[in-house]
């Protein structure tokens, strides 16, 4: 599969690596082009340029920009993403661990809005980027499950796969008007994560109690 990315931090390097790894090619792409090259060259990935030409290249774009940077690329360079599959991972998340879209769209609603006729996926937002880079990531012998959040099918298809390629397991969590609901979950994980030193597994019970526990049999 042909991947561009737009941006060079640390989730453009995690993501990207990953996908490296299980035989794509991925283009990176960012403002700074030495940075890109830099990123590109280290984790042997097809190319390197502008943002432009990241967007050109990939029948899959990954959207590794902070918040307030994301809908004003994606405006920017939206002829070069007509009909392509962007997955958006942005957290906007404020200080005080504040949803920062509260009251407005969501991250991944403002990125289609910006580009109609691309097809968004918001998907790996809950998760640091040290996660990503595990090879892979498995928690007392289960796989990692990623959420992801979109309105089409061969987008979402796409998503699926590239969530299986970093080792992961993806689970539906609905349309794109769902992803403001994985941006709010991340909030309240990070401020429990960071604020309260809580481990955020424990505040649900295990599925077979999702409904409460069930009297034995007879």
């Given at each position: 599969?042909?991947?561009?990315?737009?941006?060079?931090?640390?989730?453009?390097?995690?993501?990207?690596?990953?996908?490296?790894?299980?035989?794509?090619?991925?283009?990176?792409?960012?403002?700074?082009?030495?940075?890109?090259?830099?990123?590109?060259?280290?984790?042997?990935?097809?190319?390197?340029?502008?943002?432009?030409?990241?967007?050109?290249?990939?029948?899959?774009?990954?959207?590794?920009?902070?918040?307030?940077?994301?809908?004003?690329?994606?405006?920017?360079?939206?002829?070069?993403?007509?009909?392509?599959?962007?997955?958006?991972?942005?957290?906007?998340?404020?200080?005080?661990?504040?949803?920062?879209?509260?009251?407005?769209?969501?991250?991944?609603?403002?990125?289609?809005?910006?580009?109609?006729?691309?097809?968004?996926?918001?998907?790996?937002?809950?998760?640091?980027?040290?996660?990503?880079?595990?090879?892979?990531?498995?928690?007392?012998?289960?796989?990692?499950?990623?959420?992801?959040?979109?309105?089409?099918?061969?987008?979402?298809?796409?998503?699926?796969?590239?969530?299986?390629?970093?080792?992961?397991?993806?689970?539906?969590?609905?349309?794109?008007?769902r992803a403001g609901l994985l941006e709010a979950t991340a909030a309240l994980?990070?401020?429990?994560?960071?604020?309260?030193?809580?481990?955020?597994?424990?505040?649900?019970?295990?599925?077979?109690?999702?409904?409460?526990?069930?009297?034995?049999?007879?």
């Open positions: 599969m042909k991947i561009g990315v737009l941006g060079t931090g640390n989730m453009a390097d995690a993501l990207a690596t990953q996908w490296v790894r299980a035989g794509h090619e991925v283009f990176v792409g960012g403002r700074d082009e030495q940075k890109a090259q830099r990123l590109a060259t280290r984790i042997g990935g097809t190319g390197h340029g502008s943002l432009r030409s990241a967007a050109g290249f990939g029948e899959v774009v990954l959207a590794a920009l902070p918040y307030g940077a994301g809908a004003d690329t994606v405006r920017e360079h939206q002829s070069a993403l007509q009909g392509k599959v962007l997955l958006d991972c942005a957290n906007p998340v404020g200080p005080g661990f504040r949803l920062l879209t509260e009251g407005g769209p969501s991250a991944a609603r403002r990125l289609a809005a910006a580009a109609p006729g691309v097809h968004v996926v918001k998907a790996f937002n809950l998760c640091h980027e040290e996660v990503w880079r595990m090879t892979p990531p498995v928690f007392d012998g289960q796989p990692l499950t990623v959420p992801i959040c979109g309105d089409d099918e061969a987008a979402l298809a796409l998503a699926r796969k590239l969530v299986r390629d970093t080792g992961c397991e993806p689970v539906a969590g609905g349309g794109l008007d994980f990070i401020g429990l994560w960071v604020g309260e030193r809580a481990d955020v597994r424990a505040i649900a019970p295990p599925l077979a109690y999702a409904t409460g526990p069930r009297a034995e049999s007879a």
